[in-house]
């Protein structure tokens, strides 16, 4: 029910994204939520969305060598059969994949080889990053990735 209405209220502050969108494109700008869009970086939220959605990141706290990270609960989006988390650097937004090992009210132990120490997660707002992220990708990656792992198994 939270995610409907952050959907709504993204939809109607005017800051409605196109699927597919591109560098150029008008949804994405100066005076957008989305400030900047790049395939391989992610995104980039204006200080205004980051405000009037409560948007936080702290930076990974790192447990082991094993690319395990100890993150808040709510820190972790779940889509089809996969778990992620968004982590902010230099002020781009993207997510990350991964796997969680351990879960309670609190504390999720999650691992994923492509986090780093350095990297800021987000401990709130991840629905809107969520809904940000899909809308911006069209979903491309949640399909895409998984396709790609299959052809990888294939081909051993």
Known sequence: MKT???????LKTGSVFAHGVTEGSANVGKDKAVTEFDDHKGFK???????NFGIKFLPIDQSTKEEVFIVSSESIAHFQDKAAVYVQKDGWVRRVEGKVLNKNQNQTTFQS???????MIAISGVPVLRVTDIELTAGEGDEDESEHNDN???EE
């Open 4 to 10: 409907l209405l952050m959907v709504i209220l993204i």
């Open 45 to 51: 939220l204006s200080e205004k969305t980051v405000q």
């Open 113 to 119: 080889e492509k986090l780093s120490s350095g990297e």
């Open 152 to 154: 990888e198994k294939h």
